[in-house]
């Protein structure tokens, strides 16, 4: 407890807004560079040229900078809250349905998930998040709205909307996520109707969230599972140590190796360019920049996570 205590103190020492505006500065010759997801047309359309990041504490302090307030689309962020849902409402039970291992393979891909009979490797991938916006689905009457809630409470932003554009765009283009959704139900993993689980899924990715929003909206994993603002409980300690722990090995795509190594936090990333991180015990962040490298993770992003922990010796390790 004084450790944890004392780390945060620590931290509060150093000129927060300061670091923001050096890692802004550095990563400035990356903004802009990388490929922006264009296999859901509409998010090709959004301007390469942005950054922001946003820093939340676990007292309450906001710093920002750069775009932190502008919002974009989360897509797999949403993955991370969607969790959290599906395991308060059937616990443990979840991971006789899903596993925890990291996948080694694309976050789209079809090849794992016959051999390994309907059972997606970990909560991140897509075939995963089919299973868990199953689960969600059948816990929750009005699941969509319960989601949105859940996430305005989180964030303190009771305007975030799930932009219909984009779930209707990667709807017409969902090709891959169909295959995968039926393929699971095939193995009588999935309970509902597949277009139900897929219209709730193209949903949950087209939250639009700013830097700010999401890294308010993570503090809960930061704060031993109580949100700062309310004092509220919204998960277990240990739970949100599990979830933590998943971020740290599965959350960045066939990238996790290395960001445990080059960042050493629990990272969850999504193809709109948005990235949170975790150090437990002190803070949630979020960074955004829209330009991908070859593995689906913002370039300028992983870069501004990697200076941020060098900068703060922050890490879990
Ligand atoms: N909605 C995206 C998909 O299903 C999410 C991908 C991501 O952000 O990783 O392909």
């Known amino acids: 407890m004084t450790l944890c205590n004392s780390t ?20 400035q010759p990356l903004v802009g560079k990388g490929k922006v997801a264009d296999y859901i047309p509409i998010l090709a359309q959004v301007p390469a040229e942005q950054f922001g990041m946003a820093v ?35 616990g443990d039970a979840l991971w006789k349905r899903v596993g925890r291992e990291p996948s080694g393979n694309a976050f789209n891909s079809l ?28 816990q929750y ?16 932003n009771p305007d975030i909307p799930m932009d219909p554009e984009v779930a209707r765009s990667e709807h017409e283009t969902g090709f891959r996520n169909a295959a995968l959704a039926n393929f699971i139900r095939s193995f009588g993993n999935l309970v509902n109707p597949v277009d139900a689980v897929l219209d ?38 240990e739970r949100a140590k599990r979830i933590n722990a998943l971020m740290l090995t599965c959350g960045t795509y066939d990238a996790a ?3 445990a190594f080059h960042v050493g936090l629990p990272v969850k990333s999504g193809v709109g360019g948005g990235m949170v991180a975790v150090v437990p015990n002190v803070l949630a962040m979020a960074v955004w920049s829209p330009g991908l490298d070859e593995k689906g993770n913002s370039l ?15 890490s879990v390790f």
């Open 8 to 27: 945060h103190e620590t931290f509060l020492q150093q000129d927060v807004a300061a670091i923001l505006e050096q890692i802004a500065s550095e990563v």
């Open 257 to 259: 190796g290395d960001f």
């Open 111 to 138: 090849v794992q998930l016959e051999r390994e009979r309907g059972i997606p490797r970990n909560p991140f991938i897509n075939a995963g998040a089919h299973v868990v916006a199953d689960v969600v689905l059948s």
């Open 200 to 237: 709730f899924y193209y949903h949950q990715c087209a939250l639009r969230m700013s830097c700010v929003d999401l890294a308010r909206g993570f503090v809960y994993l930061a704060n031993r599972g109580s949100c700062q603002h309310s004092g509220e409980r919204v998960i277990s300690q």
């Open 56 to 90: 939340a504490t676990i007292d309450g302090r906001v710093y920002a900078v750069g775009d932190a307030n502008q919002a974009f689309s989360i897509q797999s962020i949403s993955k991370v809250f969607t969790l959290t849902m599906a395991l308060e409402a059937v």
């Open 300 to 314: 300028a992003g992983a870069a501004a996570l990697d200076r941020f922990t060098a900068l703060t010796g922050l």
């Open 141 to 156: 009457p009005n699941a969509r709205e319960r989601l949105l809630s859940f996430v305005r409470e989180r964030a303190s």
